[in-house]
């Protein structure tokens, strides 16, 4: 059974960083893409970030390019989100995604809050 779980979600000031965590587990991911997205109430699940598992090759949205940056480590099965200059509108929950020709497989989402 595939599991995604998400850690490091917290309130912290604008200007500031985090580092979002998803671990991974259930099955071989090294064919897989994963992702982070984000959403907010009242609105839909936007991308963020992703990364091919195999190869590394990285896509971001417009609005994080610069500030976030999406890594893996697989002795860890783990997914990053390093998130740096960290803005009000980046408030949200993070969840990650995987997949292969789709994003098949989420997690619970942890909670980021930016505050002024």
């Known amino acids: 059974q595939v599991q995604l779980v998400e850690s490091g979600g917290e309130l912290v000031q604008a200007g500031g960083s985090l580092r979002l965590s998803c671990a991974a587990s259930g099955r071989t991911f090294t064919s897989y893409t994963m992702g982070w997205f984000r959403q907010t109430p009242g609105k839909e699940r936007e991308f963020v970030a992703s990364i091919k598992w195999n190869g590394g090759n990285t896509n971001y949205a417009d609005s994080v390019k610069g500030r976030f940056t999406i890594s893996a480590d697989n002795a860890k099965n783990t997914v990053y989100l390093q998130m740096n200059s960290l803005k009000l509108e980046d408030t949200a929950g993070y969840y990650c995604?995987?997949?292969?020709?789709?994003?098949?497989?989420w997690g619970q989402g942890t909670q980021v809050t930016v505050s002024s």
């Open positions: 995604a995987a997949g292969i020709s789709s994003f098949r497989y």
